[in-house]
């Protein structure tokens, strides 16, 4: 496949960014990969495992003479990665980035960026609780949504490439606005996690108490919320500072919903948690259907004990 972008730049080599630069390699997306990270360990394993095709010892190096910047770093570290990158990016470089919030990522990232780049944000809706640049896959992305944020005056053609290149990744990709982005994102994704952070939290104290049987005994429901929150707390931090306002929304809106349970356990209402119960089912064959999940059963982790 002849390369959408010359030369990409990965500032960090995490979990997406390594994954990025093996699909990159797969469909030949890249006439070149140049990597960087904040420490020398991260880039030293870079080199190890061969992520990239090149890598810099700082983001000012990476980005020169890069075609497509791709900021890969937790979301309250985007405003400074911009401020170091911006006096050396290269005239109509289009600059993007994978954070899980947009609004708050454009107001850090947009007033360090001369006026001769693009910069079109991005979310791949893809990840694993796993991170570092070993634990990167080529197929993360495949048949999982990327979410581009197009800003006002976008060049069509600049977010056309960028299109084309997650579709490259592997994803589909739809495009949206970044406050949408943000609420949407608090219901499928912030809030659901912070619920499991909070559920395993619980547990943990409970454990302390029961003699490791939370551990022992963990069955499905408790064990993927404890995968949930194994997650990057570096990352989860930044996600929950930077959209505050729509998960706080979310989580009125959950604690409200779980009082109305709460109640018809109490009262014995057999019929109100029957309808929920349906209505949420619901929910989840959708998701199956739209091929975002197996229905396998034990989500498909065959041949395990529950
Ligand atoms: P990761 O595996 O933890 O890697 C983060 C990278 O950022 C590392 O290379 C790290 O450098 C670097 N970094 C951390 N703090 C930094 C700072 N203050 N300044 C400069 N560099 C810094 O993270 P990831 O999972 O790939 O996530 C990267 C971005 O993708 C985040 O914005 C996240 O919101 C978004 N995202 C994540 C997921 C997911 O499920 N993981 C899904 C979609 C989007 P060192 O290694 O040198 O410390």
Request: avoid cysteine; glycine fraction near 6%.
């Given at each position: 496949m002849t390369p959408i972008y010359d030369r990409v730049a990965l500032i960090g080599l995490g979990l997406i960014a390594s994954s990025m630069a093996l699909a990159m390699k797969r469909q030949g997306l890249a006439g070149e990969i140049v990597g960087t990270a904040r420490s020398a360990a991260t880039r030293q394993i870079a080199v190890e495992i061969g992520l990239c095709d090149r890598i810099t010892e700082t983001a000012a190096d990476a980005v020169k003479g890069a075609d497509l910047v791709v900021l890969c770093v937790p979301v309250g570290a985007m405003g400074q990665v911009a401020a170091e990158i911006g006096p050396h990016l290269a005239r109509g470089a289009t600059v993007t980035d994978v954070g899980s919030v947009k609004r708050a990522v454009i107001e850090a990232v947009q007033p360090h960026l001369p006026d001769y780049v693009e910069f079109i944000p991005a979310h791949p809706l893809a990840g694993t609780e796993h991170s570092g640049?070993?634990?990167?896959?080529?197929?993360?992305?495949?048949?999982r949504w990327c979410l581009l944020v197009p800003?006002?005056?976008?060049?069509p053609e600049a977010v056309l490439r960028l299109r084309q290149f997650w579709e490259g990744l592997g994803a589909n990709v739809d495009e949206m606005d970044a406050d949408h982005h943000d609420l949407v994102l608090a219901v499928t994704s912030h809030a659901p996690h912070l619920i499991a952070y909070t559920m395993v939290g619980v547990a943990d104290d409970l454990r302390r108490v029961t003699d490791s049987e939370v551990i022992k005994y963990s069955a499905a429901g408790f064990r993927d919320f404890t995968r949930i929150a194994a997650s990057d707390p570096t990352m989860w931090r930044d996600v929950f500072l930077n959209n505050k306002d729509a998960t706080l929304e979310i989580l009125g809106r959950f604690t409200e919903e779980l009082f109305a349970l709460q109640r018809a356990i109490r009262t014995g209402d057999g019929d109100h948690l029957h309808a929920y119960f349906t209505r949420t089912r619901a929910i989840r064959r959708g998701i199956i259907s739209a091929g975002q999940d197996t229905d396998a059963p034990d989500f498909g982790r065959s041949g395990r004990k529950v």
């Open positions: 640049p070993r634990s990167g896959f080529a197929e993360l992305f495949d048949n800003q006002p005056d976008s060049d």
